[in-house]
């Protein structure tokens, strides 16, 4: 995080930038920045945005004056770094996140792109879902829509090219290939990633709390079932 810079982003916010690529391990470094400046809770604080590389940090103007801001940012980062750097060789990162286990059926059925999918790939059926259930996913971040999780660490030979032209209808739970990610579409929307599958899961619900099931930081591992339990999930989501 030594590499980190502090931007304006609005009068009433910074940006932190930590890199320039979608990286596990730049992205796992701004979910930390993140954790570090909630529970330090300054009174300024208004929200948090993280994002692959970089973190929105929105505070109350009339609190702190952005100067200020900006210099409490500045020693936060230096401590998180030197907090990365202390960590010993055996300390597992996952011991501190949250892993959610995502029921996902595939297949035509369920997602419209699967069969071609397969085909572009070269991979028989078994085998795309195999490679796409075997990864431990890292949220890097939430956006398009509410609920919509951004993934980290698709197998690169499932990488697909997103659609030429979007659909305009895309049904809620849907998972999908976009590029070198992964991503579940919470609600029906438009939409140009390549559906492989859906899930049973309400992935965003506004009268939960909190409304989006996945958060920034955590870690997302995919589960193949049979339409038989999706429809029981389904029934009981």
Known sequence: ??????????????LIRLGETMHPTVNAGVHRLAASIRQAAPEWLRGLSPAYASLGVYFDPER??????RAWLAKAIGAADAGSTARTDDHNDHDCV?????????????????????????????ALIERHCAPL?????IGFAPGFPYLLGLD???????????????????????????GIYPRASPGGWRL???????MFEPSRAPPALLRPGDRVRFRAISADEFAILAAAA
């Open 1 to 14: 995080m030594t590499q980190a810079a502090i931007e304006a982003l609005a009068d009433d916010a910074w």
């Open 64 to 69: 702190a004056s952005p100067d200020d801001v």
């Open 98 to 126: 949250r892993i959610v286990e995502i029921p996902v059926a595939y297949g035509e059925d369920f997602g419209a792109d699967f069969v071609s999918a397969a085909r572009t790939l070269d991979l028989p059926a078994q």
């Open 137 to 141: 996913y890292q949220v890097a971040m």
């Open 156 to 182: 690169p030979t499932l990488t697909l090219p997103r659609l030429s032209t979007p659909r305009t209808h895309v049904p809620a739970g849907s998972v999908a290939i976009g590029g070198a990610q992964t």
């Open 196 to 202: 492989i599958g859906r899930t049973p899961l309400r």
